[in-house]
């Protein structure tokens, strides 16, 4: 669905300052029916990537393939894509009804009046359709370019950062949408600060840093199982002297939950055996997406 | 097609909801109602013609104003809100969302022009005056000039400020270059010292290049100095208009073409 070869973006900052490589032999390809994640820090490139798919950026060296076009801002490969901005850059006169008029107008022609209204409701904009975008929350404007996307239907859709400063109810109505949509086959490439909405939704995260891809991955594969170590939970009478390979914190139910490296664990189980403690769960610690954010952007790509 | 009706509704929309463009209207409005309408209840007999006359051109000028204030408005506000943006990243070329704006602002300035055409037929049936053709003659030419202004315009605003694009337009039009031209004629005829003569004459070929390049609002009007003092058509003079049609097509395209070009250059991130 996309495809970026050893894309180069350097931005020129006048004569007196260094030129900025945005991006720095950017590479990515992600697969029809993806829900693909762009992670990164800040300046990491994730913006610059969007915005060269979209072709509002040209890349000084590489190619860019959307659908297996290169993409041109306007063009008909445009009537299967969709994007939703980070900040919706709206027409603010309009009302949300004339909105949605407006730019899904832009892809169909003569759209019904009930399948406005339909998207509207979809989306929970019913008793706001009348406002104008001016007065309408970010959210409300965000649940527009949602809307949008549900009457044109698009095979691949963009979202810059789309549940920043939202509310936890919008958040949850947005990934339903976006589940839902890529159920019925469209792509999905979304750029996002939020690790825990990302490992919600995605099926495949690139993590970015300095302009180029760290790791490229499914997102199973990158929140594997970490095998170096083990978190035991167990319950003992007070004073109990651990091991020192060993470290635990008290959890719930007078329970207390410890990291056991896993050379360790026949050591450890010998210990139980003549401590007399009770073990209730000994499991392989599996990593979440901030871990593993943090851990690539640490030391490199995982093994 | 489809493209180009969505992005004529919301600029039409967004005429009628700017508060700005409804604060320059009212304000050309006052000034009309202040200067003009008056005059309409104590001129004499005698001096209704050419009253009409002047109706019709303040009333054009007053149009032109803000028919450029509304091309202006609409074109920063889609690039300082990074409208634009949404618009290109759909299915919708800039060329077309360009056509649409061109479209939609030569409406407004259409339906204007009617109502100033409407107004002095008005006049002329009130008073018992000869109707004279060449008051569809003046407003047709009026209209032709409007569209090579707005287009000129709607250029200088898609690569650079506003507030310079209309400094530019004011100042470096062909009537400051014409006036300069003679002025710089004037002084080589008088200049004696060979090295004066030289630069002179250079700054004179370098003027005479500037006026050439410029575009013409009213290439043919001198062309036709008695219709616009006397408003009487010959079929003769219908020419000129045809001239000024090609011209102003010519002007628009040329303009027109450019404009899309640095949209395409311009960048909308």
């Known amino acids: 669905m996309i495809e970026a070869r050893d894309v180069t973006v350097v931005f020129k900052r006048g004569i007196r300052r260094k030129p900025l490589r945005a991006l720095d032999g950017f590479n990515v390809t992600v697969h029809r029916g993806d829900v693909f994640g762009l992670l990164g820090p800040n300046g990491a490139g994730k913006s610059t990537a969007m915005y060269c798919f979209l072709g509002l950026i040209r890349p000084t060296q590489g190619s860019i393939r959307v659908g297996g076009l290169e993409p041109v801002p306007g063009s008909k490969s445009f009537e299967r894509i969709a994007y939703v901005p980070e900040e919706p850059h709206y027409h603010l006169y309009l009302t949300v009804f004339e909105a949605l008029r407006y730019y899904a107008g832009l892809y169909v022609n003569d759209i019904p009046k009930a399948r406005l209204e339909e998207a509207i409701r979809r989306v929970g904009l019913t008793e706001f359709r009348d406002m104008r975008l001016d007065r309408c929350s970010k959210g409300m404007k965000q649940k527009l370019g949602i809307a949008t996307c549900l009457i044109t239907q698009p095979d691949l859709v963009f979202l810059d950062e789309p549940t920043r400063g939202l509310d936890p109810v919008i958040v949850k109505e947005f990934r339903d949408i976006i589940l839902d949509m890529n159920r019925q086959g469209a792509t999905f490439v979304i750029n996002s600060h939020i690790l825990s909405e990302v490992e919600m939704v995605c099926n495949r995260v690139a993590i970015m840093d300095h302009g180029r891809v760290v790791v490229q991955d499914d997102l199973r594969q990158l929140m594997k199982y970490d095998s170096d170590t083990y978190i035991v939970e167990f319950s003992g009478p007070d004073g109990l002297v651990l091991p020192e390979f060993m470290t635990a914190t008290p959890s719930l139910h007078d329970l207390r939950r410890g990291a056991l490296p896993s050379q360790h664990l026949p050591e450890f189980m010998r210990f139980v055996e003549t401590s007399g403690i009770k073990l209730w769960s000994c499991a392989l610690k599996r990593q979440n997406l901030e871990e593993a954010f943090f851990k690539i952007l640490k030391g490199g790509p995982m093994g | ?269």
Request: one cysteine or more; proline letters at 3%.
């Open chain 2, 1 to 269: 097609m489809k493209a180009f009706r969505a992005n004529l509704i919301a600029n039409l929309i967004f005429f009628r909801r700017n508060r700005l463009a409804a604060l320059v209207a009212l304000f050309i409005c006052f000034i009309w109602a202040t200067t003009l309408i008056p005059s309409l209840f104590f001129v004499s007999a005698r001096d209704k013609f050419q009253l009409i006359k002047m109706l019709i051109e303040q009333s054009q000028w007053f149009v032109m104003f803000f028919t450029a204030s509304l091309a202006v408005m609409t074109l920063y506000y889609n690039f300082n809100q990074r409208c634009f943006k949404m618009v290109i990243t759909k299915p919708c070329p800039s060329e077309i969302w360009l056509l649409a704006h061109f479209a939609a602002v030569l409406l407004v300035a259409a339906v204007l022009y009617m109502f100033v055409l409407a107004g002095a037929l008005i006049l002329f049936k009130v008073w018992h005056i000869p109707l004279q053709w060449g008051v569809f003659y003046v407003i047709a030419e009026g209209f032709l000039q409007l569209v090579v202004i707005l287009s000129v315009l709607s250029f200088l605003v898609t690569v650079m400020h506003p507030f310079l694009a209309i400094i530019l337009i004011s100042i470096f039009n062909e009537g400051t270059f014409y006036g300069l031209l003679v002025l710089l004629s004037a002084a080589l005829h008088q200049a004696t010292a060979p090295w004066v003569k030289f630069w002179y004459g250079a700054a004179n070929v370098a003027t005479y290049a500037f006026y050439l390049i410029l575009p013409s609002y009213s290439l043919f009007e001198k062309k036709v100095p008695t219709l616009h003092s006397t408003l009487r058509m010959g079929w003769g003079d219908l020419k000129w208009l045809g001239l000024s049609f090609l011209y102003t097509v010519l002007a628009g395209a040329l303009f027109y073409t450019l404009s899309a070009l640095a949209l395409r250059r311009r960048r909308h991130t």
